[in-house]
């Protein structure tokens, strides 16, 4: 079993749309969760960061996390043609001698079209 | 707002040929990381780095690749002999402790022939 899986996609929703990304894992050590956004051949950008179990919001995105069930999410509000990318999801070890290695999931690519 | 910044943005070698690929941290980060990204591929962790050693380092990480702090601003990254499948993105990443956000730079594209 993959350490962090993702639907590759890809996904193409309309303007305005409400969009839900996912990731599943499979190492219960995990505890920080983040979410970036890569555009083509560029580096990949941090949007969300959290901890634990939970719901975290930032303006027209929000990040969830189950641990019980080991899902994450991330739903964009109003979603807008500049939304179109590649969205990863990454965790980073977190056990006593961890330095931070971060597991990617595949990305899902996301289209957002007029 | 600070950033990660990398040089160069493309890289084009030959198989054999040694190449250094070079970043600027975020200046109060203490963490620093490669990573690589083959086209349509996961990205995929090389190395860290924190107190000027390496702390981590993957399966992909042999003795042909090595990194650098040399002086307080710089972190490199060098391929002593490249291979064609050496081809990739490369990004340099920076965090202020290992479980915090890691910030990332743009890349650079390495294309070896």
């Known amino acids: 079993q993959k350490e962090v899986e993702q639907d590759p996609g890809p996904l193409s929703v309309p303007e305005g749309a409400i969009v839900s990304l996912n990731c599943t894992y499979s190492?219960?050590?995990?505890?920080?969760f983040m979410w970036y956004r890569q555009y083509s051949r560029k580096g990949p950008e941090l949007l969300m960061y959290t901890y634990s179990s939970g719901n975290k919001e930032d303006g027209r995105f929000t990040a969830q996390v189950d641990k019980s069930s080991k899902y994450i999410s991330l739903f964009i509000r109003d979603s807008q043609p500049s939304d179109s990318a590649t969205y990863l999801c990454a965790m980073p070890d977190a056990g006593g001698t961890s330095y931070g290695k971060l597991t990617f999931g595949q990305g899902t690519i996301l289209t957002v079209h007029p | 707002e600070p950033e990660v910044t990398q040089t160069p943005s493309h890289q084009v070698t030959q198989m054999g040929q040694e190449v250094i690929l070079r970043c600027v941290p975020i200046?109060?980060?203490?963490?620093f990381y490669w990573y690589r990204q083959i086209l349509g591929q996961k990205v995929e962790f090389l190395v860290s780095f924190y107190n000027n050693e390496i702390s981590e380092k993957s399966e992909i990480f042999d003795d042909q690749f090595s990194v650098e702090r040399p002086d307080g601003s710089n972190f490199t990254l060098k391929i002593r002999s490249t291979k064609l499948e050496d081809s990739a993105m490369y990004f340099c990443a920076s965090s202020v402790r290992p479980t915090y956000e890691q910030y990332f730079g743009p890349g650079t594209r390495l294309t070896v022939t």
């Open positions: 190492n219960s050590a995990f505890q920080y």
């Open positions: 200046s109060n980060h203490l963490y």
